[in-house]
């Protein structure tokens, strides 16, 4: 079963506006991950947030995390046109951090 | 460094034959997992290892084998292939965690159509 749950599904916004995604999980959690993927090729890392932290920046990504409702989301500032892809969150279980559990996704559109 | 290689990119199979897929990476990594990612949905893990001789079940582990002789090599096998394993399926590894997980290295996934 699916641990995170991505919401939108899907997301179409212009080049140059901010996009946020936004991930609901189930369990506690030891950290909660954001993952990229191009179409037809592998995930890609982004950031990792532990289940101590609650807001954490890279270059333009901004993601925070709300243990207490748990949810986390991803903002993705100024957009551009390469970042069109599918976004996952993925959670390492307090239980079991060798694993994690992906979302279904969320699909970004950045048009020109 | 190549990072994390899968052999072969895709393949067609008929319902019963069998076929292994591999999975090499070169960063000394100490975890390997296999995954398995179906349309609209995210990936669903198939077997993982901690390490070099050890294997362990995921989530969806049926019709699976798996084999991790070598450290850096990590084999899915499926012995008599479904309608239902038509999926596109991604082998990823991480670093021996020192508190916590630590991010997976994925690799270009491998498309297998089943007949």
């Known amino acids: 079963s699916q641990q995170g749950e991505e919401d939108p599904q899907a997301l179409s916004i212009q080049e140059g506006e901010n996009a946020t995604m936004n991930c609901s999980y189930k369990?506690?959690?030891?950290?909660l991950q954001w993952y990229r993927q191009n179409s037809g090729r592998g995930l890609v890392h982004l950031i990792l947030?532990?289940?101590?932290?609650r807001e954490k920046h890279s270059g333009r990504l901004r993601v925070t995390l709300d243990t207490s409702k748990k949810s986390s989301s991803l903002l993705i500032t100024a957009s551009r046109a390469a970042d069109t892809a599918s976004y996952f969150c993925?959670?390492?279980?307090?239980?079991?951090?060798?694993?994690?559990?992906f979302g279904s996704g969320t699909q970004l559109t950045v048009l020109p | 460094n190549a990072g994390v290689t899968q052999t072969p990119k895709f393949r067609v199979l008929k319902t019963g034959q069998s076929m292994t897929l591999l999975c090499a990476q070169d960063?000394?990594?100490?975890?390997m997992y296999w995954y398995r990612q179906d349309p609209g949905m995210g990936l669903r893990l198939i077997h993982y290892?901690?390490?070099?001789?050890?294997?362990a079940k995921g989530e969806v582990p049926d019709g699976y084998n798996v084999s991790r002789l070598k450290k850096q090599n990590f084999l899915l096998g499926l012995e008599s292939a479904a309608p239902s394993q038509t999926s596109v399926y991604f082998c990823?590894?991480?670093?021996?965690?020192?508190?916590?997980?630590?991010?997976?290295?994925f690799g270009p996934g491998t498309r297998l159509t089943v007949l």
């Open positions: 947030i532990r289940s101590n932290e």
């Open positions: 993925a959670t390492a279980d307090s239980g079991s951090a060798r694993q994690l559990t």
């Open positions: 960063m000394n990594h100490e975890y």
């Open positions: 290892s901690v390490g070099e001789g050890t294997t």
């Open positions: 369990t506690s959690i030891n950290n």
């Open positions: 990823a590894s991480s670093p021996f965690p020192p508190a916590g997980q630590m991010a997976q290295y």
